[in-house]
């Protein structure tokens, strides 16, 4: 039996890896209005780094991790001796940890200096039951703000990702957006232990998994999706009634804005985020339909705390993430299909194999040129030729013959219209080798200028 991608994983195609990258360049598009700029971190970083960060006491740290570990330190281990800290590596669950690592280790943020806004691309791995929409290496894309505490820069973000998901083709209708403030570290202690009461009184009522979350962070209780659970959840304590003044003043400040902004929301007092380092405004984006009760296709806040908690200094934060994959979900029940990766300009067609060597040179000329090009490599009639140009989908064939080219001339058939016209080759050469001159990335010739149909046979 033949090999296959491991459980969890699986193979962008040329149509979605296409579509991927065309995800990416319209996140840096809209984000890059906003002044964000990219930056890449490593896919694995110290362990040590997800445990300060995101919490040793969280699922994503206890149990989802991928653990890299050389194959010289895997004997050590196996043999019963220690390793160092800094070889004690894991694959990363999430973006946001790398990224404030880099602000902190770069000191991308100096005293008094402006804040810094990055956004990032690119696959995570959690050790998770795959599903649909959920795998072990998922894609994500990411925004980090890192400096600001004003609360426009909550509103901005939220804005920014709310078009993101319409520029990409996710109708308004089918989100909603949910907010919310989880306080800060002079009142969440207080209303954490509200909850962890309130879970005990319930605790006949609340699943084991419920029950151990109350001893270690019972916010987390709210994301049970036990039916019975979320019942008893449902009637928990809310976090807006025991804000302080602080945290009251910045969360309805917010609000204003993407009021002003006319972003519609709702505020949902049971939304909390799974990782220890949110403070104050929380959200999440969720579409209606198509994908079930794992619908949140993106979310985020702020993480005023987590610069200090990985060994930088008191440094205000706040960023999102969205997921791809979910988004390719719910671009697809709103009925969304992948556009074809292939594109061909221009397919070359040798009579017969004294008009290959002519054809070759002619094909690299035209790629130099910036087309996209194609031409027969395994001796196929012209017949042959002309359904594989067909297939690749070429908008013009170039159909080279002994008696044509004696005369400089070159056939050339529009594909769509099926009509043929004769084209001065010289003159064809020449336009060519101007635009092969050109940077690469700069202007790119349209075929009907370098073929054009005016001469009819």
């Known amino acids: 039996m033949a090999l296959q991608a491991p459980e969890g994983t699986r193979d ?40 300060r960060g995101i919490g040793e006491a969280t699922d994503v740290v206890s149990k989802e991790m991928f653990q890299a570990i050389s194959g010289e330190n895997m004997k050590k281990l196996l043999a ?36 810094v806004k990055l956004m990032y691309a690119g696959p995570m791995f959690r050790a998770e039951r795959p599903q649909k929409g959920r795998y072990r290496q998922f894609n994500q ?25 319409t520029a990409i083709g996710i109708p308004e209708t089918s989100m909603r957006l949910l907010v919310n403030s989880m ?16 879970m005990e009184e319930h605790a006949s009522e609340l699943c084991d998994e419920c029950m151990r979350r109350a001893e270690i962070n019972p916010l987390r209780a709210f ?31 917010v609000k204003s804005l993407l009021d002003g902004a006319g972003i519609e929301y709702t505020q949902d007092t049971r939304l909390v985020r799974g990782l220890d380092y949110y403070t104050r405004t929380v959200f999440e984006v969720q579409v209606i339909d198509g994908l079930g009760s794992q619908n949140a296709i993106g979310g985020g806040g702020r993480y005023d705390k987590l610069a200090e908690e990985v060994g930088g200094r008191a440094t205000s934060g706040l960023g ?11 671009l697809q029940a709103a009925g969304f299909e992948l556009p074809s990766a292939g594109r061909c300009d221009l397919f070359i067609a040798c009579v017969d194999d004294s008009m290959r060597a002519a054809a070759f040179g002619l094909l690299q000329m035209a790629r130099d040129a910036g087309l996209v090009c194609e031409m027969d490599h395994q001796g196929r009639s012209l017949k042959s030729q002309f359904k594989l140009a067909d297939k690749l989908g070429a908008l013009r064939v170039a159909i080279l013959g002994p ?16 009509r043929e016209a004769l084209v001065d080759l010289e003159a064809a050469k020449k336009l060519l080798a101007h635009f092969s001159g050109l940077p690469f990335g700069g202007k790119v010739p349209k075929i009907e200028d370098v073929f054009p149909m005016g001469d009819e046979e």
């Open 141 to 165: 894309i990411g925004v980090e703000c890192l400096g600001a505490e004003d609360p426009t820069t909550d509103a901005e973000v939220i804005i920014m990702l709310m078009r993101f998901f």
């Open 80 to 115: 019963g001796e220690s390793i160092k800290s800094k070889s004690r590596l894991s694959l990363r669950p999430e973006g946001t940890a790398g990224v404030v690592r880099a602000v902190v280790q770069h000191d991308l943020v100096p005293q008094g200096a402006p804040p």
């Open 403 to 418: 008696d044509e080219l004696a005369a400089g001339k070159l056939k050339i058939r529009d594909m769509a219209t099926r």
């Open 12 to 51: 962008l195609l040329p149509d979605e890896s296409r579509f991927w990258s065309h995800f990416k360049q319209t996140a840096a598009d809209v984000f890059g209005r906003y002044g964000y700029l990219p930056i890449e971190t490593p896919m694995f970083e110290q362990t040590e780094l997800f445990v």
């Open 183 to 198: 306080g800060c570290d002079e009142c969440r202690p207080i209303y954490r232990e509200r909850v962890r009461t309130y």
């Open 223 to 253: 994301d049970c999706k036990n039916p019975s659970c979320s019942a008893v959840m449902d009637a928990a304590p809310k976090i807006t009634d025991y804000l302080c003044d602080e945290c009251k003043e910045h969360y309805a400040a």
């Open 320 to 330: 999102f993430a969205l997921g791809y994959e979910r988004c390719l979900l719910a």
